[in-house]
């Protein structure tokens, strides 16, 4: 666990990444803490973050994930403002050998529904990832799962593939984590909203009372959660779906709405921060944007008429040598994001650039003559053809900018000709496993802070990006990364990790940033909701 403390200490300490919370000057003010009973009067969220499936099984996103915190149990939880694995409806968890994690449950657990949360939930939700193994889901987070046991009604044991595992406790607090009611969920594939819904399968902080999905979800305080959050400090609150950022933006400012999360465009935050009406405070942040190449559908990929895995990689490199980090950063995010050049962000344990001194100049700067260069020694005629698709909902309105910009940067030199096509993230999310895009951007909110969480999800055979890139090295060196309690010699895998993935270029890391909370200066709790555990959490807001 000294691992993780130390990832945390790092991603507090992001050189020029933040995050911004804006407090608007609007609504009454006054109050209770996030710590005291519930207070009188209901709270509404927006946000542009969609959800895909509340089924943990079935989605792996930030929209999905930021509703199941609210609803459903977990093992272990994170209070707000660490990140450090703590029981929640768990009494006890500890390994309790290299290769067994062992879980006791309190007592009297139940769900909304009047069934028994007991050890039988425990195994099932976690059997029941493994078999289902959605493409959208986050089963490649039990990697080193082996099998799951129920020894009595409140014991469960974890048996580990790899002992020492120095991210199974932090695995059990994200989107992997939630537990669900065996007698509700089937065993064998994904549920639908509003059957979950209706049959009350919650046992987290709150319930749902009213569900319009990507309109308007109902959240009511649950009297018989048990768990390390405590009773939620708003009894109700409501969350508020737009499509359009410039219209959540309006809202709160005119005290519509009581917090506006995720997502601003970086020109709104500009703008805001500007405003003598609103306060602006900065946490930490750990969010990543990147390009995913399709292995197979990618230009010369496996799949294609001229499938060639060295003119593959060459229009990879070129790419790498074209961007302009810099550029998208200062242009398109106004400093709000900053230039990333390797897989693992800065700050946390084994972080390097090997991009920065690999492709482009050498120090950070694009070179067309270097991009010239690998196309020609390669034999490959240009211009080339790209289909870029990228996502206009779900990372903000700044990504039309951003992605305009790249296109812009890859055809500067005639290397290039770019067909840039967007999909709303709902479609787009279901897509990109099946093979629709030859390349996409993706963008990555951690799971929980460790350089670990950077890697097995990306560069693992069951990898979430199902992109059909194989290294068997690295993945061998993730196995050994992710269990090595030696903090120098770990630091030294995940260098070696970041060096090979570099030069395959499975994904093409761009930025590394921060996100934004908005609220009326009456909501106490919000600074909160933006803490290490990246976990946005209903419960601490108050009025």
């Not at 039988?120 to 029941?128: G, I, L, M, Q, Y």
Request: with cysteine.
């Amino acid at each position: 666990m000294s691992q993780t403390r130390f990832a945390v200490r790092s991603a507090i300490a992001l050189a020029g990444v933040t995050l911004l919370t804006l407090t608007a000057c609007t609504g009454p003010s006054g109050g209770s803490s996030s710590n005291s009973s519930a207070s009188s009067g209901p709270i509404t969220v927006g946000t542009t973050d969609k959800v895909t499936f509340l089924d943990p099984a079935g989605s792996y996103d930030n929209g999905s994930f930021m509703v199941m915190n609210q609803i459903y149990p977990f093992l272990l939880n994170s209070k707000p403002g660490s990140a450090e694995p703590q029981p929640d409806i768990a009494e006890s968890a500890s390994f309790t050998s290299p290769t067994e994690y062992t879980v006791k449950l309190k007592s009297g657990l139940k769900w909304a529904n009047g069934d028994t949360l007991d050890s039988a939930d425990v195994k099932f939700s976690f059997d029941r990832q493994v078999k289902i193994n959605d493409p959208n889901g986050p089963a490649s987070l039990l990697d080193n799962l082996a099998s799951v046991d129920a020894k009595d009604a409140t014991t469960v044991v974890f048996h580990l593939k790899k002992g020492n595992d120095q991210t199974f406790p932090q695995v059990l607090t994200g989107p992997v984590g939630p537990i669900v009611d065996h007698n509700v969920f089937p065993a064998d594939k994904v549920m639908n909203d509003e059957d979950i819904i209706s049959k009350k399968a919650f046992a987290g902080p709150y319930t749902i009372s009213s569900y319009q999905k990507n309109q308007l979800v109902s959240f009511k305080a649950n009297p018989d959660y048990k768990g390390l959050l405590g009773k939620p400090a708003t009894d109700t609150v409501n969350l508020k779906y737009y499509s359009d950022s410039n219209n959540l933006k309006l809202d709160v400012q005119q005290g519509n709405i009581d917090v506006a999360w995720r997502s601003l465009a970086a020109t709104d935050v500009d703008s805001l921060a500007k405003d003598n009406k609103v306060t602006v405070h900065k946490g930490p942040g750990g969010e990543i944007r990147y390009i995913v190449f399709n292995f197979d559908t990618m230009p010369f990929g496996a799949k294609t008429p001229q499938a060639d895995p060295a003119k593959s990689l060459a229009v990879r490199q070129a790419m790498a040598d074209l961007v302009d980090r810099d550029a998208i950063a200062s242009q398109v995010y106004k400093g709000t994001y900053t230039p990333l050049y390797s897989y693992i962000p800065d700050g946390f344990l084994g972080a390097t650039t090997p991009l920065k001194s690999m492709y482009g100049d050498g120090n950070g700067k694009p070179s067309a003559d270097k991009a010239k260069k690998v196309l020609t020694d390669a034999g490959i005629t240009s211009p080339v053809t790209l289909n870029l698709q990228y996502n206009p909902d779900h990372y903000g309105k700044s990504s039309g900018d951003e992605y305009a910009l790249v296109k812009q940067q890859l055809e500067a030199g005639g290397l290039f000709k770019v067909n840039l096509q967007s999909t709303e993230w709902v479609t787009y999310s279901k897509d990109r496993t099946k093979d629709v895009y030859p390349m996409y951007q993706l963008g990555w909110f951690p799971d929980f802070s460790d350089p670990d969480n950077y890697l097995t999800p990306f560069f693992t055979e069951n990898s979430f990006l199902k992109n059909h890139y194989t290294n068997t090295a690295v993945q061998d060196l993730i196995s050994k990364e992710a269990t090595n309690p030696d903090k120098s010699s770990r630091s030294q895998q995940l260098g070696q990790i970041q060096d090979d993935v570099a030069k395959d270029l499975s994904t093409l890391p761009l930025l590394q940033g921060s996100q934004v909370a908005v609220s009326g200066t009456s909501v106490k709790g919000v600074d909160s909701t933006l803490d290490p555990s990246f976990k946005f959490r209903l419960g601490v807001l108050s009025k």
